[in-house]
């Protein structure tokens, strides 16, 4: 491609990483694997986009779109405990 950059949207995961307490610009480098190719792509964050980062880190990584079910056994659980405040259960209540 002539050494020129080219734009690629890859799905992303999360992960927490540490970066220096005054940092104003990161440039992450990975190395991907796709169609059977390895990939050197690259990624960079501004003062406005480590500092989100670092708010997220802080507050336990929930975005706005996140999501959370109970399993089956959750709800098992949940509902063995309703059992147990209807026989009396000593324990106080569930507020579910």
Same mark, same amino acid.
């Given at each position: ?5 080219e734009?690629?949207e890859?799905t992303?995961a999360? %992960?927490?990483?540490?970066v220096? /307490?005054?940092?104003?610009e990161?440039?992450?480098t !990975?190395?991907v694997?796709q169609? +059977?190719?390895l990939?050197?792509v ?6 406005k986009?480590i500092?989100? %980062?670092?708010r997220?880190?802080? /507050? ?6 996140d999501r !959370?079910?109970?399993t089956?056994? +959750? ?8 059992r147990?405040?209807?026989a ?7 507020e579910?």
């Open positions: 491609m002539n050494g020129e950059n734009l690629v890859l992303s999360r %992960a927490m990483i540490y220096p /307490e005054n940092a104003v990161a440039e992450l !990975f190395k694997y169609d +059977g190719k990939f050197d690259s990624q960079k964050m501004g003062m986009e500092a989100e %980062a670092v997220k880190a802080e /507050e336990g990584y929930i975005d706005e779109d !959370f079910v109970l089956d056994a +959750g709800r098992a659980y949940v509902d063995e405990i309703l147990g405040q209807e009396g259960w000593p324990y106080g209540t569930y579910g």
